[in-house]
C-alpha cells in the first residue's frame, strides 16, 4: 500500500439538513472513493450534523484564478434582470 502522502486528495462536501445545499467542509487524503466517504462521515460530520456527503477528488475539480475575476464576473454586472431582487418570495417557500 502506498503511504499516506501518496493518496489523492479529495474535497468534502457536507448538506446539514434536507432541502440545504452541499457546503464544502474542507479536503482529506484517501486511497479511493469509499475510504474518502467514510472518512469524511468521521472527520466532518462525528455530532451528526449531516444528512448527506459528497467527496469529489480534487483532481477532478476545475476553478477559475483570481486573477480572471473581471473577465469571469463583470460582464454580467450590466444585467440587473440575472437578479431575483425584484420578486417578494412568499413565506411558504422556505429555503430560498
Excluded: C
Amino acid at each position: 500500500m502506498s503511504s499516506h502522502n501518496e493518496w489523492p486528495l479529495w474535497e468534502v462536501f457536507v448538506r446539514s439538513k434536507q432541502g440545504l445545499e452541499h457546503k464544502h467542509s474542507g479536503s482529506l487524503h484517501a486511497v479511493d472513493a469509499t475510504q474518502a466517504l467514510q472518512m469524511a462521515r468521521d472527520v466532518y460530520t462525528r455530532r451528526q450534523e449531516g444528512v448527506s456527503i459528497w467527496v469529489v477528488p480534487s483532481s477532478a475539480i476545475t476553478a477559475s484564478a483570481p486573477d480572471h475575476k473581471a473577465e469571469f464576473f463583470d460582464p454580467a454586472g450590466d444585467k440587473i434582470y440575472r437578479h431575483p431582487t425584484f420578486y417578494q418570495i412568499p413565506d411558504e417557500v422556505g429555503h430560498m
